[in-house]
């Protein structure tokens, strides 16, 4: 099947420094890619949906100055966390939809990055 | 608007049957997912229904109707490998998956 990367898996951070998270789609092209953000013990909470080549579109209360998202290339979009504050901290999974045979578009998702602002 | 239900958590014994329901009001519906989720780490992929019916794979099913807004997933011969959140999500009129909050399954032996 499809595989999503992500790096890195694990980040801690101060209070006020950036945080970059890299998603990779390694062996298919995504045209779309999505970014979730999931607290313990809740579901996922879609951030934004970013599409190679245009400016992502986010949901409604998550600051776009903020959590900075960059699809530069078909198997690449980034997430960068702006000034993180301890609130912050949460498990950040990116996914890439790819365009199967089947018609339906099915996300395959990376294996997620727990970041921890101190 | 839009919602998805499913029951917070659910315990069951090796090797029997359990059925985790989900029951979803969207605007528009093309197609119902079911994710695995252990904890700490992404979903992964398990099933998919567009048309009402039953789809099997092995030791996990998915059943569909649109027409009641309901879902199952039906894991048999549980191991305890199987205890994790399964996630129901719904993709909407725009093509938009819709999450449920997920239902923890633990297995007892």
């Known amino acids: 099947g499809a595989v999503v990367s992500q790096h890195p898996s694990r980040v801690i951070c101060k209070s006020g420094t950036s945080v970059k998270i890299e998603c990779r789609s390694l062996?298919?092209?995504?045209?779309?890619m999505f970014w979730y953000r999931q607290f313990p013990k809740q579901s996922l909470m879609l951030m934004a949906t970013?599409?190679?080549?245009?400016?992502?579109?986010?949901e409604q209360g998550v600051e776009k100055d903020k959590f900075l998202i960059n699809h530069a290339s078909l198997t690449l979009s980034t997430l960068t966390v702006t000034s993180a504050h301890p609130e912050d901290s949460s498990f950040y999974i990116c996914?890439?939809?790819?365009?199967?045979?089947?018609?339906?578009?099915?996300?395959?998702f990376g294996p997620g990055t727990r970041l921890t602002v101190l | 608007g839009q919602n998805i239900d499913q029951p917070t958590e659910m315990t069951a014994t090796e090797g029997a049957i359990v059925q985790i329901n989900c029951t979803y009001q969207?605007?528009?519906?093309?197609?119902l997912f079911w994710y695995q989720q252990h904890a700490g780490e992404a979903p992964t992929f398990l099933s998919y229904?567009?048309l009402d019916g039953l789809e099997e794979k092995g030791r996990f099913s998915s059943f569909l109707s649109r027409s009641k807004g309901y879902s199952y997933l039906l894991l048999k011969e549980l191991q305890m490998k199987d205890s994790a959140s399964y996630l129901c999500a719904v993709k909407d009129s725009n093509y938009q998956l819709i999450w449920g909050a997920g239902t923890k399954l633990i297995i007892k032996p």
């Open positions: 970013s599409n190679e080549g245009s400016k992502a579109t986010y």
């Open positions: 062996d298919f092209q995504a045209t779309t």
């Open positions: 969207t605007s528009g519906f093309n197609g």
């Open positions: 229904n567009v």
């Open positions: 996914s890439a939809r790819d365009q199967l045979p089947s018609g339906y578009n099915e996300q395959f």
